[in-house]
C-alpha cells in the first residue's frame, strides 16, 4: 500500500474509553497478557503511519478517573467530556486538538490492525471530495476491527444536525445514514469475514482477547492475517465467544430511539 503524504493534514485518532460498561463493567482497564486493554489498543494505534496525534476521550465521572491516571503514566493526552453524547465529545476533542481528519477508535477492541486503519484514513485522503471512510458500511471484517475515518467538517455538520439517541451516542450514525449529505467510501474485504468477534463486551470476549496474545504477543504487534492463522490451526479458540450477535450496543440504541419517539 502506497500511503499518501499526511504532512498537510492534522489525523487525530480519538479513542473513546470508559468505565462504566453495562456488560462488562471496568473492562477498559483489564488485563490483556500483563497490560491494561486500554492500552493494547493506544499501541496498535501508534502502529500506524498516518495518524499525527492520538487522543483518550473519557467521560467526566470519577469513576473514569482511573482512564486519566493511565494516560498520564503512557504520557498520552485525555479529554474528558460528555457521558451519554459521545458525538458532543468527539466533536469538542477533535476542536481542542485542531484535528481536520478525525479517526474513530474504541477501547474495546485490543485486536485493531494498523495496517487496516492506515488503509481506511489513507483511502479518505486519496480524493478531497469524500467526508467519510470505513471498512463497515458493508461489514466484511471481524467485528473488532472497525476503523472510521472522516473529515472535521463533516463531523461538525453532524453534531449540529443529528438528534437521535443512537446518533449522539454512537457519533457517525448521522453521516453514514445519509448518503445524498456526505461523500462515502467503504473499505471492503475479499472474503467475508464479519461472522468473526474479536472485540470485547462480554467475559467470553475478553477470554478470546487473551488467548490470542498469549500465543501472539511475542510477535509485537501481529495482524490480522496473523489472527486467522491462528484459527486455522485452533479453531476451537473462536468458540470462546462466537455465539454473541453482531453490534450489541447501536441495536440497543435504536431501542431507545424507538422508546423516546
Known amino acids: 500500500m502506497n500511503l499518501v503524504d499526511t504532512s498537510n493534514h492534522k489525523v ?27 492500552q493494547r489498543v493506544i499501541e496498535r494505534a501508534s502502529a500506524c503511519h498516518c495518524l499525527s496525534e492520538i487522543v483518550i476521550a473519557t467521560t467526566q465521572n470519577g ?36 484535528a481536520n481528519i478525525v479517526v474513530r477508535l474504541t477501547a474495546d477492541d485490543p485486536l485493531k490492525d494498523p495496517d487496516l486503519i492506515d488503509r481506511v484514513v489513507n483511502l479518505l485522503l486519496q480524493d478531497s471530495e469524500l467526508d467519510y471512510v470505513s471498512n463497515n458500511l458493508v461489514a ?75 500465543r501472539l504477543n511475542h510477535r509485537g504487534i501481529f495482524g490480522m492475517n496473523d489472527i486467522l492463522a491462528l484459527l486455522q490451526k485452533e479453531p476451537q479458540l473462536q468458540c470462546l465467544n462466537d455465539s454473541i450477535p453482531r453490534r450489541l450496543g447501536y441495536n440497543k440504541s435504536l431501542e431507545q430511539d424507538r422508546i423516546v419517539r
Open 12 to 38: 487525530v485518532s480519538i479513542i473513546q474509553a470508559r468505565m462504566g460498561s453495562s456488560r462488562l463493567p471496568g473492562k477498559t482497564l483489564a488485563d490483556i497478557h500483563g497490560k491494561p486493554l486500554l
Open 63 to 98: 469513576e473514569d478517573d482511573a482512564i486519566e491516571e493511565l494516560c498520564h503514566q503512557l504520557g498520552e493526552p485525555c479529554f474528558r467530556g460528555s457521558q451519554d453524547d459521545v458525538l458532543d465529545r468527539y466533536y469538542r476533542c477533535a476542536s481542542l486538538y485542531a
Open 140 to 214: 466484511t471484517y471481524p467485528e473488532g476491527l472497525d476503523v472510521e475515518a472522516f473529515t472535521f467538517s463533516a463531523l461538525e455538520r453532524c453534531w449540529k444536525q443529528a438528534t437521535l439517541a443512537s446518533e449522539r451516542e454512537h457519533v457517525t450514525p448521522y453521516i453514514w445514514k445519509n448518503p445524498s449529505l456526505f461523500h462515502l467510501a467503504g473499505v471492503e474485504h475479499d472474503t467475508d469475514l464479519s461472522g468473526l468477534r474479536w472485540t470485547v463486551d462480554f467475559e467470553n470476549d475478553l477470554e478470546f482477547a487473551r488467548e490470542v496474545y498469549a
